[in-house]
């Protein structure tokens, strides 16, 4: 079975860490560049601070011939090549922070091309179904979706998700936990390891046994976890939903991919069911939250 990530079935020159096993079902070429931090000429769609790290990191977004640019301040430049399938990444720096980079925007690029919509999610396994758990970062995505995992629920992604639309199924992506050095007590489930400790992040990865196929997972649920000091659940109407999954997703910004991106939401939001649900963010909580969402999501 070839490596595979958010529905891809990836070959790479370069070493990859946290693919899964099998399950993609279009062919990616990723291959290394002398490219390096060059930012190119091109038409600008963007620029913003990213988030997750422990110093000053910048992102920028061009448009470029057959695809798009995405440039950073702490990994170089990623060309997405969307005609012919492929993505050039930096051939030196740092290789664990180059593959964080490549699972981030160059990915999402490549299967917002298909059809497919970003969320800023993590999902887990419950059932025969995924549970979408959206939220903005630092409101424990990371944290409760290893939580999942810990009670046996395969986690298939824990900070960003590929939905596809037309089908409302969830597709896994790098089979990875990013966790805060504060909430990681290293009590690790069996078939995770921890991959890599830096100062603001630890890598925990899974084997080869446990991480699973990348095919895509029927969504049972949306949850979208809000801030509270005790436990509670409510449903979410379809049109709210609607707002806050927009909140959450990735768009260029042009006028034709804002119109296709409300459509596609609209559609994701109308086939699922959405739930809010309230919990403290505290550690203390986590089994509890966990048991919350099986109950509400199996009812």
């Not at 769609?45 to 990213?50: H, K, Q, S, V």
């Not at 409760?144 to 969830?170: K, M, N, V, W, Y």
């Not at 196929?213 to 709210?240: H, Y």
């Not at 609209?266 to 069911?273: E, I, N, R, Y």
Request: aromatic share 8%; glycine share 8%.
């Amino acid at each position: 079975m070839e490596p595979s990530v958010f529905g891809f079935s990836v070959r790479s020159t370069a070493p990859l860490r946290f693919l899964r096993s099998g399950g993609g079902d279009q062919p990616l070429e990723v291959v290394t560049s002398e490219e390096g931090d060059h930012q190119p000429p091109g038409e600008l769609l963007g620029e913003w601070p990213l988030q997750g790290t422990s110093y000053p990191a910048q992102a920028k977004l061009f448009r470029v011939p057959r695809g798009y640019q995405y440039w950073t301040s702490d990994a170089g430049s990623f060309r997405v090549d969307l005609e012919h399938g492929r993505i050039e990444i930096p051939s030196e720096g740092e290789p664990l922070l180059r593959e964080q980079r490549l699972h981030g925007m160059p990915m999402i690029l490549s299967f917002r091309a298909r059809g497919d919509v970003s969320l800023h999610a993590a999902a887990v396994e419950v059932g025969s179904g995924a549970v979408v758990i959206a939220a903005p970062s630092r409101y424990g995505k990371s944290t409760l979706a290893f939580a999942f995992q810990r009670e046996g629920h395969r986690a298939l992604s824990e900070d960003l998700i590929c939905c596809r639309p037309a089908t409302a199924e969830a597709i896994p992506g790098p089979a990875l936990f990013r966790l805060r050095p504060d909430v990681f007590d290293r009590d690790l489930p069996e078939g995770l390891f921890v991959a890599a400790e830096l100062p603001d992040r630890i890598f925990v990865g899974f084997d080869a046994a446990h991480s699973g196929s990348g095919a895509p997972v029927p969504i049972k649920a949306i949850v979208f976890l809000r801030e509270s000091s005790e436990l509670g659940v409510e449903e979410v109407p379809r049109i709210t939903a609607l707002k806050d999954l927009w909140r959450l997703s990735f768009r260029t910004g042009t006028e034709q991919d804002r119109a296709d991106s409300f459509q596609r939401l609209t559609a994701l939001a109308g086939s699922v069911p959405s739930w809010n649900v309230y919990r403290p963010l505290v550690s203390s909580a986590l089994s509890e939250t966990v048991e919350l969402i099986r109950n509400t999501v199996e009812r």
